[in-house]
């Protein structure tokens, strides 16, 4: 019976191995997946999440000048390879920049010539706003130009409210976000308006630009330098006469081949910027947040610095496509449903260990298993021995302890 229970401490000995074999690898193996799985910071390519000015330069590049924003990206519009960026997932209030979000989720929705009745609270909003009158109707198309060329928050607001209400819109825009893979993007106002939780990165307002501007009614937009706006009757009765608005995008006069799209400010935010150029058959967008300048000078530097060097320099990540990052999620999440086991982590957690298809994990298990199977059969057969039936007219065997 000794060998027998010697046979079974082997077995729980083996079992224990598994376990602790199984954690071990299974750590490891999450370790690995955070590193390229596309949630957390890491989407876009590994090199992302190093700090500073991230770029791999080839003999004889010059360094990119320095932009004094927070966190920048600058990217090939065509491609989505990232070439220069500096903390790009770092998550910052986007101030009037989510606007690019707002009319991505709305032109596709929305009839251009539908109209919309402007009301009190439209108009009521704090920050920029174009004049618009409430009980006077604009169409769509007007009001988005006003919101994108003259960044006006009462066009915006107005705009949210014409998709059922402004927390219809909101959700929308989430969605929307999360189907680019801006998983860094919490938008809380559709007029960028500082909120708390609302929240971006220079690599989300990168995605957001990226496909507002494939969107021509979007395109045309923000390139437009000046646009008339209609009057109408004001809340005394009398007629207002229409009036025009010019584009805040600084860079659009300034730097030649510019296409747009998009500049914000707050105090708290401090400016943020989305920008695209044009020139010899190459499109780069770039997108800053947290500057502390309003100068479109150090984008114009880096636009030029892409032009003349871009073709040299080796990516450091990429723009996702859109629903990209959402399938691989979906991917990511299906397994850890599917194939996970619990292993108590503290007294009140529980880790998650993944199982399916790791070969290491699967080499301690069997391994451990054979050691106890081998351990157990010996201990087994050594005990059937000592109990064989005894033939007839022979004394019984001694068992010794029996439970």
Not at 16 to 24: F, I, T
Not at 234 to 245: E, H, L, N, R, V
Not at 325 to 332: E, N, P, Q, R, Y
Request: a positive charge.
């Amino acid at each position: 019976m000794t060998s027998y229970r010697h046979g079974v401490r082997a077995l729980a000995l083996s079992l224990a191995l598994c376990a602790a074999g199984a954690l071990s690898v299974a750590e490891h193996s999450l370790a690995s997946e955070a590193a390229v799985d596309p949630v957390g910071g890491s989407i876009g390519g590994r090199q992302l999440g190093a700090a500073g000015v991230i770029v791999n330069l080839h003999p004889g590049v010059p360094a990119p000048p320095a932009m004094p924003g927070a966190s920048f990206v600058l990217a090939d519009m065509d491609t989505g390879q990232i070439l220069v960026a500096k903390a790009p997932h770092a998550p910052h209030l986007p101030a009037s920049t989510i606007k690019a979000l707002t009319a991505l989720t709305l032109i596709p929705v929305l009839n251009p010539n539908a109209k919309i009745l402007v009301k009190d609270q439209d108009v009521n909003v704090d920050g920029t706003r174009l004049g618009i009158l409430p009980g006077t109707s604009y169409s769509v198309a007007t009001l988005l130009r006003g919101m994108l060329m003259a960044s006006g928050n009462d066009a915006a607001y107005a705009l949210a409210r014409a998709d059922h209400d402004i927390a219809t819109t909101l959700m929308a825009m989430n969605a929307t976000a999360k189907d680019l893979g801006a998983l860094d993007t919490v938008a809380k106002d559709p007029s960028g308006l500082d909120r708390t939780g609302q929240r971006t990165s220079a690599y989300d307002l990168a995605l957001i630009g990226r496909a507002a501007m494939r969107l021509p009614d979007f395109r045309r937009y923000v390139r437009t330098k000046s646009a008339t706006l209609p009057g109408g009757r004001s809340a005394d009765g009398t007629m207002k006469p229409g009036f025009t608005i010019s584009n805040h995008n600084l860079l659009l006069y300034n730097y030649p081949g510019t296409i747009g799209i998009k500049n914000g400010y707050t105090i708290a935010a401090g400016h943020t910027y989305i920008e695209a150029a044009t020139r010899g058959g190459k499109t780069y967008l770039v997108s800053e947040m947290a500057a502390n300048e309003a100068s479109w000078r150090p984008t114009a530097a880096l636009l030029d610095w892409a032009f003349a060097h871009g073709s040299a320099v080796t990516p450091i990540g990429r723009l996702v496509e859109p629903g990209e990052a959402a399938a691989s999620k979906a991917t990511v999440d299906q397994v850890a449903k599917t194939a996970a086991v619990a292993v108590p982590a503290g007294p009140s957690t529980t880790r998650q260990i993944r199982s399916a298809g790791q070969p290491e994990l699967q080499a301690w298990i069997g391994a451990a298993v054979a050691i106890g199977a081998v351990s157990l059969t010996g201990a087994w057969a050594r005990r059937r021995k000592g109990r064989q039936v005894p033939l007839a007219g022979s004394a019984p065997a001694e068992t010794g302890d029996q439970t």
